[in-house]
């Protein structure tokens, strides 16, 4: 099972190019013009060298609506950890730095600081590593922007390398909220209950080792989510086994439901609003974006500018306070990804936009389609009939995954376009099409050649019922054989082939009367052709 | 602070009208007609507008007049101008709308006695009106499983003027370069409420001036 998910990452990551639906590159600060924020860039911004060994980064966000001036305003703040200066950096994107921190062991100096989370309520929690704490602090804003305070520390833990939030599905309300650490040395995860100033460990779960619930330095976390609110999924890169567990939290315990083995460890892992979780693969070089249910759904190398040893994903979540309505405040996923990747002169942080694409489309049946959809979509099939009709089928919201549809109208159609429009998103419909020809007949067609006469070239088209090795031969009038245009395994549906008028040497053939040959199974059919010169 | 802007904002008007009033009898005797061709310059918006989430709080400015002089000091000009920029809102999603500044302005203009290898100084005092549009004026902002639809209201605000020029003669007119500042108040909405804060922008530019015969 392992294995076929791999696969199906493989596939669909040979697939992903830069224009990919799933993830659309963005500037990273478009107001400055800065594409994607490098060592030099940034040096060239603020004057001065801003990270030595970025680790993790997090986003957390305020989106005011007014009914007065400025009527939008978006305030986020962007945390970076730096384990090389022993410090974080934050601020508004597009607005100058700051620094929080400096290397030592006294509260609110690190050791090695590298995971970051933040709970709703703006605390920020630093896994340190080698001082084997927890960091608090707490993010607030000042006329001049975010500035981030000290709050308070967990001590006593096993090499600390990331940390995620669980909001108790309440993220207005942070007496619920619990914190959960990968301790990478200690091979578990911690699980911490923040009510009150001083958190309070509850449990713990895991040992070292291969199998279900054992781990071999567990080095990254993320909470599941549901409509932006944390669900029961937790999601363990177990960076020393190559694969990602899906575990359960049920009050204080944890249930290991199945786990996706990786081809490198995972060095990060975060989810959107809908739950689908992506994977930062430092050596494998890519992002991979999988389902809930950890089918994999898409993968992003960089595609023509490929990334140098991503380290890190983090997706922003931010509040939405709409002042003009006194609705109480919403808390959602924006749909944005912020890669950390190798500080170097020409990489650093990108910025995708998180899309919706339809993959592997496939006709299981003459009314069966299955298909790979990498978000939470509504999905219409456009049908098209051999007339020329046209008949819209809406076929409901389907969450990201493989999706087998059944659809009665399609046995009657010659191509269906699926449209797949971003439930989240309607602006992102339109890079997430994919059209296919879908001709299946009863029984095997073979279809008069294009143009007949010809000179030099024409296409034959021949079409299957199911799967099957095909043979396509040209015969001249006295039964030789001219040439084989194909001889192989064929799918389902329309094909067409190309005849160039040569003969197997690739000699052109004289004018005259020439026949087509198609073998399918224990059915042949025939027709002829002219090459006229 | 909007007491202190609008305290400026009314001075610069009445400035420019009593004087204008003040001057009219006297300079009736020698009227004589300019025309601006053209203002060119850049603009400068005061700090409120950080939390638009403007790309650059300068931009180019582009604008045009006449004025009627009245002897050799006093004029009164009147101008339109207008400048634009990009806001994103300060959000991640790629929501932009452009933000057009429009004013159409009068003003007085006295001229500082004496002039140096043909340079000379004039001081400005005026009011006018100030019109600010997004284009789109209506947004929709995403945040992943919302889409909120948000009005961009047009804002039109009174505002008064100060300045000077320092201006060289041409054949047939003059060239001036031109420093102003406008002060206006507007309602600004932050988490805490809304406040009606007072606005200083900054004009710079060089105008050019063509005398009627």
Known sequence: MRWMVWFT?????????????????????????VSTLTRSEAERLVGRALLDEPAASAVHGEVHLYDAFPYVEGRYVHVTSDAGWRRLVYGEPGEAPRSFGQGGTAAGEFGEPRGLAFAPDGRLFVADRTLGRITVLRSRWEADGPRLEYVTQIDGLVQPMDVAVHDGGTPADPADDRLLVAEAGGQRIALFELRGDRPARLAEYGVRGSGAGEFLYPRAIAIGRQGGVCN??????????????RLVLRGNRFEWIADASLPVEATSIDSDHNGNVYVALRRGGSILKMSPRLEALASWDGGVAPLASPRDVAIPFVWVHDHRTGASPAWRGQGTALVLESWGAATGVRRLDLGVEIAELVRRSPTELELVVTDAARLTARLVGAGGAV????????????????????????????????????????????????????????????????????TIVFALPEPGRVRLEVFDVGGRRVRTLVDAERPAGEHRVDWDGRDARGRRVSSGVYFYKLDAGSTARVRKMVLAQ | MSGGIGGLRRASCVVGVATACAALPTAAQSL?????????????????????????????RLGAGAAIGFGERWSLGLGLGVAAGTADFGLLDGTTARLVRTDAYAELRGRVPGRWRGIGMQLVAGGGRLALRYHPEHVAVNVEGATYDVDLEPIDRWTGHLGFEVVHALAGGEVGLRSTWRFYSMEVASPSGIDNRGARDWITGLVLRVALD
């Open chain 1, 9 to 33: 990452s493989l596939a669909l990551a040979s697939t992903a190019a830069a224009e990919s639906g799933s993830f659309l590159v963005r500037p990273v600060a478009p107001e400055v013009g």
């Open chain 1, 232 to 245: 029961a999924d937790v999601y363990v890169g177990d960076a020393g086994n190559h694969r990602i567990a």
């Open chain 1, 391 to 458: 008949q819209d089928v809406d076929l409901g919201r389907v969450q990201a995954g493989r999706q087998q549809l059944e659809i009665a109208s399609l046995a009657d159609a010659a191509q269906v376009t699926l449209i797949a429009t971003s439930e989240y998103d309607a602006s992102r419909s339109a890079e997430a099409r994919l059209e296919f020809a879908a001709v299946v007949p009863a029984d095997v067609v073979l279809r008069q050649n294009v143009p007949n006469p010809f000179n030099p070239a024409t």
């Open chain 2, 32 to 60: 004589h007609f300019v025309i601006e061709p053209a203002v060119v310059g850049v603009e400068r918006l005061d700090d409120l507008y950080a939390g638009g989430g403007l790309e650059a709080r300068t931009a180019a």
